[in-house]
């Protein structure tokens, strides 16, 4: 088994260019049709076009992140099954061109999500930030749910208050666009007003029934996928916690359990994001790499600080330096490099693409205006000492 160094690019307009992934070190691209909406099928001859780009520039395309899945599927919403057909003949399209990682999520509404995108990082730089106060504010005094006061309880609900008052129409301004305006590679642009109607069509889709419809989903799509030898990669919520009343189904443990019982076979993998799931005080990061291990597909590595705020308990976090923060890298990439080697021994020779993911600014990167969480100097530090951290393990592993 191959450790492929991966960086995510965000097409022809990504100011961090196919250059500068090459000159971090990577070797494979991970990337998307976003101009395509959600829901259509990816015709062979685009994605060939976009492969013709990135080839160009010494890289080969190996993931796609990601392909979408529409709220209609999730919520088995009228036209649901039409949009599975098309993500089954993306997933033939991608295949016949050779790609056989297709990462995706099952985030209702919402993809990752955060409330501050450029916060001083304790280091230097800057960094993003989720802020379970400032979110609350939004989520009761901005779009004003029903019944958003009872869910978030009393004391929060007063804090939130506080905490909203206090902010000026810039900040405002601020949040909500960082809310709802949509991070790189996330949900699509949406208004407070599409955003309430978007929750009213949620109605009344529990946890539960959004677990039968991912259920469904990987039954229908995973023997194909499984076909064509492709991969199929669900990523974790990010951040791991219900949001505006939507339940979140792949935080934890068990929920990512419960994923892979749906459909045995590598057609139905995991993106082990060790950002989202380290966010949870009660996810054991190399204890679950080490449960899931063979059934890992694509590894995002990165960390995050929780922060706790002594009036009220809420708890928040920021993206830190990857070898910082609440998650112990360095004991996963030795759980990794194990994994490879027991890969290798049985012949699998298939490689297991990883990132950086995310990334603080660092040195030119505001000015150079990278997409929020993907710049260019905080992604290549952040590679670099992956790629260090991965030579050491593997030294470790065959010389002891």
């Given at each position: ?33 976003h101009?395509?909406?959600?829901g ?9 076009k ?34 599975v ?46 802020d ?18 009872a869910?978030?309880g ?9 905490y ?5 129409p ?39 029934a ?23 990669c669900i990523h974790p919520?990010?951040p ?10 792949v935080?934890?443990?068990d ?25 949870r ?30 009036d ?29 080697h ?14 950086a993911?995310?990334?603080q ?34 030294r ?5």
């Open positions: 088994m191959v450790l492929e160094q991966t960086w995510r690019w965000f097409g022809p307009g990504d100011r961090v260019t196919l250059r500068d992934a090459r000159e971090a070190g990577a070797t494979g691209i991970v990337n998307a049709l101009e395509i909406p959600t259509e099928m990816w015709p062979i001859q685009t994605i060939q976009r492969q013709e780009v990135i080839r160009s520039a010494g890289l080969e395309w190996t993931v796609v992140e990601s392909l979408g899945v529409t709220e209609r599927i999730k919520m088995r919403a009228p036209g649901w099954q039409q949009d057909e098309n993500f089954i003949q993306s997933i033939r399209h991608l295949a016949d061109c050779g790609i056989r990682t297709i990462a995706y999520n099952w985030m209702p509404l919402f993809s990752w999500t955060r409330t501050h995108l450029h916060e001083p990082a304790p280091g230097g730089g800057y960094t993003t930030r989720f379970t106060l400032a979110f609350a504010a939004f989520d009761m005094y901005m779009l004003k749910r029903l019944n958003a006061e869910e978030w009393e004391d929060q609900s007063r804090e939130a208050l506080r909203f008052k206090a902010l000026s810039a900040q405002i301004d601020s949040l909500r666009s960082t809310i709802l305006d949509g991070l790189p590679g996330g949900h699509t642009k949406l208004t407070l007003k599409e955003t309430a109607e978007m929750l009213r069509s949620y109605e009344g889709i529990s946890a539960d959004l677990r039968s419809s991912l259920g469904e989903f990987l039954r229908t799509v995973a023997p194909v996928a499984e076909e064509c030898g492709v991969r199929l919520d990010d791991p916690r219900p949001l505006l009343g939507l339940p979140r189904i935080s934890t443990t929920d990512l359990r419960w994923i892979l019982e749906q459909y045995v076979g590598d057609a139905n993998s995991l993106t082990f994001c060790t950002g989202a799931l380290g966010v005080a009660d996810n054991k990061l190399r204890e679950m790499v080490a449960e899931f291990a063979p059934r890992i597909g694509f590894l995002h590595l990165r960390s995050t600080e929780r922060e706790q705020r002594t009220s308990e809420v708890e928040s976090f920021f993206e830190a330096a990857h070898l910082e923060g609440d998650a112990d890298l360095i004991s996963i990439i030795l759980e990794v490099v194990r994994e490879k027991r890969r290798s021994a049985r012949g699998d020779n298939r490689s297991l693409p990883y990132r993911d995310h990334g600014e660092l040195l030119n990167d505001r000015e150079r205006g990278a997409a929020p969480g993907y710049p260019a100097v905080g992604r290549l530090r952040g590679l670099a000492e992956l790629r260090g951290a991965f030579m050491m393990a593997e470790w592993m065959t010389e002891g």
